[in-house]
């Protein structure tokens, strides 16, 4: 069973930085597409970055939204994938969550973005950012 462990959320100022890990479990990490979905108050769990497994050139994917402020990373070593978030607004402001594909996921790159895509979920960090 993979298990997902976020970390480094916190409360920053608008234009700050942060940067959330999450560590896998239980699985073959690099078999593993991964992402990052956040869900702000009164809102639906969107889209923030995604990153396929190992062996498919670590494509990376994001939203509009966070396009050139944030980075998506993984390091199969440490089984660990992060988020670096840069120039924070207010906007940004959610519970964030990593989740993992089955293993040897390879879709096309609109799937990437599809929460159906991704069978496992962390418990979420909360990113609060103030103006």
């Known amino acids: 069973q993979v298990q997902l462990v976020e970390s480094g959320g916190g409360s920053v100022q608008a234009g700050d930085s942060l940067r959330l890990s999450c560590a896998a479990a239980g699985c073959i990490f690099s078999r593993h597409a991964m992402s990052w979905f956040r869900q702000a108050p009164g809102k639906e769990r969107e889209f923030v970055a995604a990153?396929?497994?190992?062996?498919?050139?670590?494509?990376?994917y994001y939203s509009d939204s966070v396009k050139g402020r944030y980075t998506i990373a993984r390091n199969d070593a440490k089984n660990t994938v992060y988020l670096q978030m840069n120039s924070l607004k207010p906007e940004d402001t959610a519970v964030y969550y990593c989740?993992?594909?089955?293993?040897?996921?390879?879709?096309?790159?609109?799937?990437?973005?599809?929460?159906?895509?991704?069978?496992?979920w962390g418990q979420g960090t909360q990113v609060t950012v103030s103006s």
């Open positions: 990153i396929s497994r190992s062996g498919i050139d670590m494509s990376t």
């Open positions: 989740a993992a594909s089955a293993e040897w996921y390879s879709g096309s790159e609109s799937t990437y973005y599809s929460q159906r895509t991704y069978g496992y």
